[in-house]
């Protein structure tokens, strides 16, 4: 199966599930046939969605940062954004769903311009979905998506001191 029209999504926001989310459109789309190509930016270590993905027929998962990736970016960090996003230029041309997860953090960590992003986006064949996710979405990302989804936080256990769990975090 391969869909009519592909539209372009942003899930961005403070608050937990914006990755969750692209997963979970994923497991829709796969569950009708459809082939979803997942590629994991700046994060590069062992997540659940990494084990999940090689029970599921029509998942592609890949994962382009470093597995010690410290959230303080290093010129590495911009080569491997840089190999991500021609990967997901060539991905373009062969899946039908498109997920680039954490490449709106790229973008605001300027380790990505965001006139490539934009014309990654513009270039997208006419069929495929694009899901882009990270938090602080530019103005002008959310003006070229056509689903937009702000994840507000409320609460979360790590400003009680709660760490990540293993299965739900990640
Ligand atoms: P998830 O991967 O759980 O769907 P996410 O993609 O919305 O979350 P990210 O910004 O990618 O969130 O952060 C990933 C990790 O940080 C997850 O372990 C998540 O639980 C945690 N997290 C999410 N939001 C917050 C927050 N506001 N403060 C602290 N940790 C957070
Ligand atoms: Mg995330």
Redesign the pocket.
């Known amino acids: 199966m391969a869909l009519k029209k592909g539209f372009v999504h942003v899930?961005t926001g403070?608050?937990?599930?914006?990755?969750?989310?692209a997963l979970g459109l994923c497991l829709r789309a796969i569950g009708r046939g459809l082939k979803c190509t997942f590629i994991q930016f700046l994060?590069g270590w062992e997540t659940g969605e990494l084990l999940a993905a090689k029970y599921l027929p029509g998942f592609e998962f890949i994962q382009t940062g470093r597995p010690d990736y410290d959230f303080k970016p290093t010129e590495e960090d911009r080569r491997r954004v840089h190999e991500g996003v021609k990967l997901a230029e060539e991905k373009l041309k062969e899946t039908d769903v498109l997920v680039l997860?954490?490449i709106i953090?790229a973008v605001h960590l300027n380790l990505l311009e965001e006139n490539r992003l934009l014309s990654l986006i513009e270039r997208k064949p006419e069929t495929v979905e694009l899901v882009l996710?990270?938090?602080h979405a530019t103005s002008r990302l959310i003006e070229a998506a056509d689903y937009v989804t702000y994840?507000q936080?409320v609460k979360?256990p790590?400003?009680r001191g709660e760490g990540?769990r293993k299965g739900?975090?990640?």
């Open positions: 899930y403070n608050g937990k599930g914006k990755t969750s989310a994060k997860d954490e953090v996710t990270g938090r994840f936080l979360h790590f400003y990540a739900i975090d990640y």
